[in-house]
């Protein structure tokens, strides 16, 4: 199947004005701010883009670092999430076969991409991209949504075939396989069977770094 999704982006648990930015059944652990500096905005291009930079120590994942930004001129705004202790530009491949992968937790930085190349399903990273804690099957779930956005009002049997291979995949049905590509390092999935290599050329197109 040749067809691409723009994969809608998931609750931006930085976003919650005085609670705790990654507040999911008590797991923050000591925040604390490590840096805060202005830059040029990303968008508008004026030196008005101020970013703060936190550390967390959360369960399963150790030191994540959290980035906030937003541009005092435009508005703009961008949020980020990253595991502290990796780095260097990097792509995870992992097999799925059923439900103990799917629960697998993952950090998906803004700037990576994910892939699962049995359908050609892919998200690239934007402008407007900020990362995120979710699992495997979470992953799945905003394909599935993006997927749904696409397909409404068409009855193609393209989009059949995606949505109905979305739900055996989700349910634990089939075996499929998730690769993040990640230039900056900061992604990572939490559990046996990844496999860590370093970036390929089609990581590097999908991620926007071809050279």
Same mark, same amino acid.
């Given at each position: 199947?040749?067809?691409?999704?723009?994969?809608?982006?998931?609750?931006?648990?930085?976003?919650?004005?005085?609670?705790?930015?990654?507040?999911?059944?008590?797991?923050?652990?000591?925040?604390?701010?490590?840096?805060?500096?202005?830059?040029?905005?990303?968008?508008?291009?004026?030196?008005?883009?101020?970013?703060?930079?936190?550390?967390?120590?959360?369960?399963?994942?150790?030191?994540?670092?959290?980035?906030?930004?937003?541009?005092?001129?435009?508005?703009?705004?961008?949020?980020? @999430?990253?595991?502290?202790?990796?780095? *260097?530009?990097? /792509?995870? =491949?992992?097999?799925?076969?059923? $439900?103990?992968? !799917?629960?697998?937790?993952?950090?998906?930085?803004?700037?990576?991409?994910?892939?699962?190349?049995?359908?050609?399903?892919?998200?690239?990273?934007?402008?407007?991209?900020?990362?995120?804690?979710?699992?495997?099957?979470?992953?799945?779930?905003?394909?599935?949504?993006?997927?749904?956005?696409?397909?409404?009002?068409?009855?193609?049997?393209?989009?059949?075939?995606?949505?109905?291979?979305?739900?055996?995949?989700?349910?634990?049905?089939?075996?499929?396989? @998730?690769?993040?590509?990640?230039?900056? *390092?900061?992604? /990572?999935? =939490?559990?046996?069977?990844?496999? $860590?290599?370093? !970036?390929?050329?089609?990581?590097?197109?999908?991620?926007?770094?071809?050279?």
């Amino acid at each position: 199947m040749e067809v691409c999704f723009n994969m809608v982006e998931p609750f931006d648990p930085t976003s919650l004005e005085g609670r705790d930015p990654l507040e999911c059944g008590g797991v923050g652990r000591e925040i604390s701010k490590i840096a805060e500096y202005t830059i040029e905005c990303p968008y508008c291009g004026n030196p008005s883009f101020r970013v703060e930079e936190y550390v967390y120590e959360i369960p399963v994942f150790g030191r994540i670092l959290l980035s906030v930004g937003s541009c005092s001129l435009c508005g703009f705004k961008r949020r980020d @999430v990253g595991v502290l202790e990796e780095k *260097g530009p990097k /792509k995870l =491949v992992l097999r799925v076969r059923g $439900e103990r992968e !799917l629960r697998y937790l993952l950090v998906k930085s803004a700037r990576a991409a994910v892939l699962v190349p049995e359908v050609a399903l892919e998200y690239t990273p934007t402008l407007y991209s900020y990362g995120y804690i979710t699992t495997v099957e979470g992953i799945l779930y905003e394909f599935q949504q993006a997927a749904l956005v696409a397909c409404s009002g068409e009855q193609s049997q393209q989009c059949k075939d995606i949505l109905a291979w979305l739900e055996k995949a989700v349910n634990g049905e089939i075996e499929f396989t @998730v690769i993040i590509c990640d230039y900056d *390092g900061l992604s /990572k999935i =939490v559990g046996e069977g990844v496999i $860590e290599v370093g !970036l390929d050329e089609e990581c590097r197109a999908l991620t926007g770094y071809s050279t």
